[in-house]
Nanobody, 121 residues
Framework: QVQLLESGGGLAQPGGSLRLSCAAS????????MGWYRQAPGKQRELVAA???????NYADSVKGRFTISRDNAKNTVSLQMASLKPEDTAVYYC???????????????WGQGTQVTVSS
């Protein structure tokens, strides 16, 4: 059974920084694309950033130049370094990963429990 554990959320001031981390564990053969999504109150869930095994990245326009996603394939972890935080970044952030449990199986999407990020003065 696969689980994703997130950490690093909390309170930050506008212009501040936070680093989110996510570790995948369990019955894992291969972790493919990993990413971070967020959902603010009253808004739809949106992709913040994603990264492939080879290191290709994709960012939401709203976070480009401020957030950096990275991963460690050996440890099955993904991180999101958030800088120049804005109140609009306030949301619950969810880790997402495409994970296969055997050489034959196609990957499935897994989700973390979510971690709250609040940006306020």
């Amino acid at each position: 059974q696969v689980q994703l554990l997130e950490s690093g959320g909390g309170l930050a001031q506008p212009g501040g920084s936070l680093r989110l981390s996510c570790a995948a564990s369990g019955s894992i053969f291969r972790v493919d694309t990993m990413g971070w999504y967020r959902q603010a109150p009253g808004k739809q869930r949106e992709l913040v950033a994603a990264i492939t095994r080879s290191g290709n990245t994709n960012y939401a326009d709203s976070v480009k130049g401020r957030f950096t996603i990275s991963r460690d394939n050996a440890k099955n972890t993904v991180s999101l370094q958030m800088a120049s935080l804005k109140p609009e970044d306030t949301a619950v952030y969810y880790c997402n990963a495409a994970i296969s449990w055997s050489r034959i199986a196609l990957p499935n999407d897994y989700w973390g429990q979510g971690t709250q990020v609040t940006v306020s003065s």
